[in-house]
């Protein structure tokens, strides 16, 4: 049976994740709270991050910075995209 989460992003019952994405209590945190759908979004907006800001993902300081990202993104107001970010059209 699929393990089912109250999502944040979303506020509804929805499908989890198959298990938690770091070994942490953040991850334990998104585990609980986070739909498998807004996770799918999350590792979006991070590549869209990363491009934007040029990051090197292996830096303490890229790292630190999508986590808290990620914090916004799901527990906070949504998290910003950068002030340059132009939306591609499809």
Same mark, same amino acid.
Request: with cysteine; aromatic share 16%.
């Given at each position: 049976?699929?393990?089912?989460?109250?999502?944040?992003?979303?506020?509804?019952?929805?499908?989890?994740?198959?298990?938690?994405? +770091?070994?942490?209590? +953040?991850?334990?945190?998104?585990?609980?709270?986070?739909?498998?759908?807004?996770?799918?979004?999350?590792?979006?907006?991070?590549?869209?991050?990363?491009?934007?800001?040029?990051?090197?993902?292996?830096?303490?300081?890229?790292?630190?910075?999508?986590?808290?990202?990620?914090?916004? +993104? +799901?527990?906070?107001?949504?998290?910003?995209?950068?002030?340059?970010?132009?939306?591609?059209?499809?």
């Amino acid at each position: 049976m699929a393990h089912m989460v109250f999502c944040t992003k979303y506020k509804a019952e929805m499908e989890g994740l198959d298990e938690a994405p +770091f070994d942490s209590d +953040f991850g334990q945190k998104i585990y609980k709270n986070v739909s498998k759908k807004a996770w799918g979004e999350w590792v979006e907006r991070q590549k869209m991050l990363l491009n934007e800001y040029r990051l090197q993902p292996w830096t303490r300081e890229a790292q630190e910075f999508l986590v808290e990202q990620m914090n916004e +993104f +799901f527990f906070g107001e949504g998290g910003s995209l950068p002030k340059e970010y132009v939306a591609p059209s499809h």
